[in-house]
Antibody, heavy 118, light 107 residues
Framework: QVTLKESGPGILQPSQTLSLTCTFS??????????VGWIRQPSGKGLEWLANIWWDDDKYYNPSLKNRLTISKDTSNNQAFLKITNVDTADTATYYC??????????WGQGVMVTVSS | DIQMTQSPASLSASLGETVTIQCRAS??????LAWYQQKPGKSPQLLIYGASSLQDGVPSRFSGSGSGTQYSLKISSMQTEDEGVYFC?????????FGSGTKLEIK
């Protein structure tokens, strides 16, 4: 059974760095073809893909966030991470991690709400 | 970036009715399309991948079709539990992009 759970700071101030952790079970990020992605959703709005990391450490980022994103993984502890630098109120959203093996996100975590406020 | 245009933005359907949601890509995505259902306060769940393959555990009343730039999701007999927001997503090219969503309600 695949499960994922996101964790984060809850609230942070503008210009700070947001650090998110995805802890998963039921699969390994060292297995060929496995990947984890991060997606966010402002309240009442649509979904925005942020980044993917693959079993071979290949990484892809959404260029709309310029160079603010860093994705990484710890395969021995079944975790993936996302950092977003220099946050502002537009980064307020629910952040999801999800497992991917192909073009889709097969299983999603429950999401973690992040609020950026001064 | 590949733009995904979903229609309609919202619709209401009666129990047992057939529902169709459309998704159009700004360029050919070669069936690299997924559909998700999101219920209030919950995370999205994968329904269809590869344009027409049913994810394990998803009821057979859901089906996907299409090719090129035009895709559709069909619910063959609307049930109460099918209320929610439906999103399409292209997985052909980075950046991965989602449609804006279709809100489906019971009439």
């Amino acid at each position: 059974q695949v499960t994922l759970k996101e964790s984060g700071p809850g609230i942070l101030q503008p210009s700070q760095t947001l650090s998110l952790t995805c802890t998963f079970s039921g699969f390994s990020l060292s297995t060929y073809g496995m990947g984890v992605g991060w997606i966010r959703q402002p309240s009442g709005k649509g979904l925005e893909w942020l980044a993917n990391i693959w079993w071979d450490d290949d990484k892809y980022y959404n260029p709309s966030l310029k160079n603010r994103l860093t994705i990484s993984k710890d395969t021995s502890n079944n975790q993936a991470f996302l950092k977003i630098t220099n946050v502002d109120t537009a980064d307020t959203a629910t952040y999801y991690c999800a497992v991917t093996t192909r073009v889709s996100f097969d299983y999603w975590g429950q999401g973690v709400m992040v609020t950026v406020s001064s | 970036d590949i733009q995904m245009t979903q229609s309609p933005a919202s619709l209401s359907a009666s129990l047992g009715e057939t529902v169709t949601i459309q998704c159009r890509a700004s360029e050919d995505i070669y069936s690299g399309l997924a559909w998700y259902q999101q219920k209030p306060g919950k995370s999205p769940q994968l329904l269809i991948y590869g344009a027409s393959s049913l994810q394990d555990g998803v009821p057979s009343r859901f089906s996907g079709s299409g090719s090129g730039t035009q895709y559709s999701l069909k619910i063959s007999s609307m049930q109460t539990e099918d209320e929610g927001v439906y999103f399409c997503q292209q997985g052909l090219k980075y950046p991965l992009t989602f449609g804006s969503g279709t809100k489906l309600e019971i009439k």
